[in-house]
């Protein structure tokens, strides 16, 4: 038997750790043979693969990044696409598929399944905002990366005397800036999840200076004051997606600035959220979501998803799992309220 | 209301999170006043403690250790002792307390709320072999480290054409071997669940040395070959607990050292692995019990223990969670023995 | 015999190791009485001070920020400035002061010694521009930082074939930039001591994509285009400092995207390399220099600043040591081009 | 022109960066051909050799271990050696080697020059005891990492109350110890030039425990007592060189345990110490040795090691450069002293 496998969309720590899991238990546990396809669903659509061996897997566990590549090419958005593919599987043998990627990829892993090809999914959301599974990989990475910076920035705030507003990942849900800003000691919290009244946040900075301490707000990429995106104008003029990354942090820190009379400053942590080494966690997690996918597929249980459930690797319709964003809790985010000012 | 807090058991990584996180919910969201007993039960016992405020715990969340201190103090080993702790209660006008320790600590939970006090507990082990929680704070932080450790040891055991043996913590359990042996890329993981053969680990170990690798065992200090651990006669020679630390690891380099002809080491990683500042997971786990426990209080409802079941933290009956050992299951084990050898 | 010391300026990792090093040296060597000043020179203007035992520097050596806190207060700037220091002094029995900053904390460090009241100076630049030292401890620690950074986004980088544009601190001098690209494998380092050609820089890209890998250019924040900083109109916009933070980062990779049609993307590290644990470096560098600038009030050699020559510590005089700017040669710039592209 | 680069020894962060560097400017500011020989100087021997271009040093700044692979052979205690290196290079038209290592690897290097062989050294020991240089790589990675330990360590030695013994690296000299001990303020610090009083070492350790702090001494591996290495008995038992690894702290925890009644631990850092990615602080230094030794083969200047004077690369003769054993000089440990109890 012969298997595929490639990786979708952005990077994520933990990519070659699902590539590792999978050739070892293909090759090791069943005497398959692995394939990889090369930049995401583009591989399969023009037959760019290569054989996997132990010795290409030796040394990629630590490794952020994906050896075969990715891309956001969609076969449902090319021509001919699912039958290019088709043909591909056929000609070079290939009796099933692993796709390790986020909605959009697992999305085409649906499609294709729906079309008769045997694909299982593997989830890649860096914001870990995917319902059917508790975690993803490259989440614990991020929010570990983010707190290291948030544990740095502690000193300096105090030492200037300075308030420093945080913008970290999250376009859509809150999970990276709700860990890290636990994890970090924050002293406000902002979610897209919930737009937030400038004043309020004005006010618990305002309360943490009169305690004769430096307040660090940490603040999702896409949270937005209320009255919404467009009062972030700043942001706009930016001509090349400086809006996503720099809008709201700098804005927020503008505005506390002339608020309180206090030096403030905005730091965008950016990409350095999203690559390198995994954690232990990560590693962990990318491996065992490998080897589950490699039983989903002996056990020709096609269009399913592995997922963690408590610390439990389950399967689940990849119909369901892509059905929903998994958004911050009400009762989460008061949990870390009480950290605020 | 006033609530008393107190840490048990060796040093864990998160304990001052949870110290943190009841400082500051039982201040801020129920207006309570919060007191810190000194070193584990000796603290009530002897009457020793100091009110904790805001500003206490404004810099201990990245920080290991315990702003409390510690102790294996047992007042039921001790003439009057639940009698002695309920007077100090009543002279300091107590009215819960919030216990923060393993076993033995909650163990004496369990009893003085049999015996009419009011006691919630937080489970604190670095091992992670608590039946009724998924995870527990410091666990994270040990594998993390020791993780890092194999990531260095790699390099090392290659350019030395080497074996190296690494032994980490787990005297009953193997989950620190068996997460840090797996996000390490560990070539074998001995685990004191199972009981090792000497000759099928030396065959893993020749075969990787076959495969131009450099063979890295990961095993847990309390791991013992087919025979028992008397068969390491040379840890018993040391004179002050050695044998725990160094007795599998080196012993077992030993052998394959004289069975391969190829030079062996050991390293044992030891106290390393249960100190300094937690992981961002663990500051996350511990600062959500802190929280948890004093809702617990705030309810009324004693003889529980904080439990992370998911993604949840929910409440388990002392009585339950003291009662088994959690261990490696089997199909955890298997998971990782596709990457043995 | 009683001395005073203060930090003054900026954060700068190694300043609780400098303050550790003079009270251990102090009270233990020559049984003198330390005094601790509060907010750089703020604290003998208004006798802000408080006497430093053992216990209060038991736990600060791996800490960033400052126990003493800091300011820009310039006493010459300030009425009666020297008087006033000079009153405190004497009411408070001080025979020294121990003056911990960089160039405006040592210029004032240096005219109080012409005007008669003893200093001797401990040199703190993050940015490494002290001609008169090899080092000055906090590089480093930013350095590292920023080379942890690197290392993270190149695989992002590769993954999402993207240029990326790194700003790192450095205003006047590219050390940072040097150091943090040297050992960041950065494509394209560029250091404000040699105003750039755009047109090479993106001549540098375009070949590193050629090469199928994707470029990471490392600039300092004080990096300017031939035409000088007016061509960094995008900056200028913003009302709090970003453009000393974001201005030519973001520049250059908007041009790098318009001259070469791929994704480039800005990330500003900012204040994180700033603050927090200092590298061991960093601990040792900082903690000699206290111990030295110890031995220099006891021999009575004020207007002195200590410094690092090779592997000594040695004195300079004050006046010499704030004359020069040490900016990066060009023969060590060369060192590095021969890694671009 | 063809030169060959080689790499011999024990590992060391930073050997890839050399190659690197070497590979680099070889064929960018040369136009050379750069050939890797294998495993040290048993490639020359056996003509093992492959051809390195620009993609083979892409990813390797900071990965630890050497791609070349090492070994201690050395080919004056092999018949015809110098003949059999010769013709090999004659035969492969090598013009040139450099040859990365340390005392032992450098000693050839110098021979086979005198024997008309063209060869440049680039100095390398983790322990830092080459005289003619003021630091090597891989040094300051090897203080990283154990003064990481013991900034873990001392919490944990807090809140147990205990006496932890700390064994580094550095079997004939201190600077691990010294440097480690200073960042990671051990309480004690033994090294190998000054035999330690035991009854000193207790005083301090319970001078320590009356301050009501938990001491840290830091021991190098070859530091002895007075009275001389064969007091440490229990070391001899070990079968594999577990003295070398656990013998003198193992040993003085043990003695400290009976004569303060306190336990006491010790932990052997071991292996940990040599391995892994390079800290920023050495990938500078090993790539400008890289560049520097490149400089030296194109001058035609053979016999020469780089080394590192202030902050400048500078060439010494191979024959004076291996001459004598760069220690601890008694005025730097005495800097130490001021923080011991």
């Known amino acids: ?132 599974t508790d975690y993803t990989f490259g989440f614990d990475t991020a929010v570990h990366i983010a707190t290291e910076s948030l544990d740095r920035l502690r000193t300096t705030a105090e030492s200037h005397h300075r308030a420093l507003v945080v913008e970290v990942m999250g376009r859509h849900a809150g999970w990276i800036a709700l860990h890290s800003g636990l994890a970090g000691g924050a002293n406000v919290i902002l979610v897209p999840e919930r737009p937030f009244n400038v004043q309020t946040v004005i006010d618990w900075v305002q309360r943490r200076f009169e305690r004769q301490y430096a307040p ?37 820190a503008d505005e506390i600035a002339h608020a309180t009379g206090k030096e403030s400053r905005a730091v965008v942590l950016g990409h350095v959220q999203r690559g390198g080494t995994p954690t232990a966690y990560d590693r962990v997690l990318a491996t065992r979501f490998g080897l589950h996918a490699v039983d989903a597929v002996a056990d020709g249980d096609f269009g399913v998803m592995v997922a963690l459930q408590g610390t439990d690797i389950v399967r689940v319709k990849l119909a369901d799992a892509t059905a929903e964003l998994k958004t911050v809790p009400l009762e989460r985010y008061a949990e870390a309220e009480v950290f605020f000012g």
């Open 216 to 252: 660090i707000i940490v603040v999702a990429e896409g949270a937005v004051p209320e009255g919404g995106a467009e009062v972030l104008v700043a942001g706009e003029k930016d001509s090349f997606g400086h809006v996503r990354l720099g809008g709201v942090g700098t804005w927020l």
């Open 1 to 132: 038997m012969r298997i595929g496998v490639l990786t979708g969309g952005g990077d994520c720590p933990g990519l070659n750790a699902v590539i590792r899991a999978v050739t070892r238990k293909g090759i090791e546990t069943h005497g398959w043979e692995v394939v990889g396809f090369r930049n995401g669903w583009q591989g399969p659509l023009e037959g760019d693969s290569r054989p996997i061996g132990l010795n290409d897997v030796e040394d990629i566990l630590a490794r952020g990044g994906t050896i075969l590549g990715s891309s956001r090419t969609n076969p449902y958005k090319t021509e001919d696409g699912p039958e290019r593919i088709r043909k591909v599987l056929a000609d070079q043998g290939i009796d099933a598929l692993i796709a390790i990627g986020g909605e959009d990829t697992l999305g085409v892993a649906k499609r294709l399944t729906d079309d008769g090809i045997g694909v299982v999914g593997v989830p890649k959301t860096i914001d870990n905002d995917l319902a059917a």
